[in-house]
């Protein structure tokens, strides 16, 4: 049973550089999220989806494009990386929406923009 | 600005002591909370959660106590034990909204 998915759990990129962060989950679960985890700040959302086709915008969306086009698949797009975007990344799914927050998380992913 | 505060960054308690963990909250609007532990180079995973109907709720070793009036929720493990020692976060929304928010966590050492 994978849960949910990330891939790549490291990578380096160039200011201005573009990148897309993968999230899967096979739990066919609802409700989608990226969260960004920084030291002393806790883990800020970023974007989430509560279905195929709808997208919101979290706490910290600027620099962040999203979109839902399958149950399973949750994309997070870097069109322009900046060193503000150094961070680890965090995919979320919970089985319903509205979301009661038992979220399950994927094990991250380490981005560092130099 | 927060809306989440954990302030004790890090914790250290005995192997089968009480390990008490804090948050405050500051939007009088969230009803609902919840404890997540994290692990190094792992996702959090979900510990316990409580609405503000209640002011307690057991799971075990984890205990969770809510104090509406003082905009406060605490973490209690009882016995604390070796595994126990991760990455503690809370976390709070108006329930049934989409939107959680997270305090920086508290980091438990609980030695043997």
């Known amino acids: 049973n994978a849960g949910v998915t990330q891939t790549p759990k490291f990578q380096v990129l160039k200011t201005g550089q573009s990148m897309t962060l993968q999230c899967a989950q096979d739990?066919?679960?609802?409700?989608m999220s990226w969260y960004r985890q920084d030291p002393g700040m806790g883990l800020r959302l970023i974007h989430y989806?509560?279905?195929?086709?709808?997208?919101d915008q979290g706490e910290v969306p600027n620099g962040y494009n999203v979109s839902r086009s399958t149950t399973e698949d949750f994309p997070l797009r870097l069109l322009s990386a900046a060193p503000s975007q150094t961070s680890v990344y965090f995919c979320?799914?919970?089985?319903?929406?509205?979301?009661?927050?038992?979220?399950?998380f994927g094990e991250g992913s380490r981005l560092t923009v130099l | 600005d927060q809306q989440v505060k954990q302030n004790s960054p890090s914790l250290s308690v005995q192997e089968g002591r009480i390990s008490i963990l804090n948050c405050d909250y500051t939007?009088?609007?969230?009803?609902?909370f919840l404890w997540y532990k994290k692990y190094p180079a792992e996702g959090p995973t979900f510990l316990i959660s409580?609405?503000?109907?209640?002011d307690k709720n057991e799971d075990g070793r984890f205990t969770v106590f809510l104090n509406k009036s003082a905009k406060h929720l605490s973490l209690h493990i009882v016995p604390s034990q070796p595994g126990d020692s991760a990455v503690y976060f809370c976390?709070?929304?108006?329930?049934?909204?989409?939107?959680?928010?997270f305090g920086s966590g508290t980091k438990l050492n609980v030695k043997p």
């Open positions: 979320a799914s919970s089985l319903s929406a509205p979301n009661t927050g038992e979220l399950f």
């Open positions: 739990m066919n679960h609802e409700y």
């Open positions: 989806s509560v279905g195929a086709g709808i997208t």
């Open positions: 939007n009088s609007m969230f009803d609902y």
């Open positions: 409580i609405s503000s109907i209640k």
């Open positions: 976390a709070a929304s108006p329930y049934g909204f989409n939107k959680f928010y």
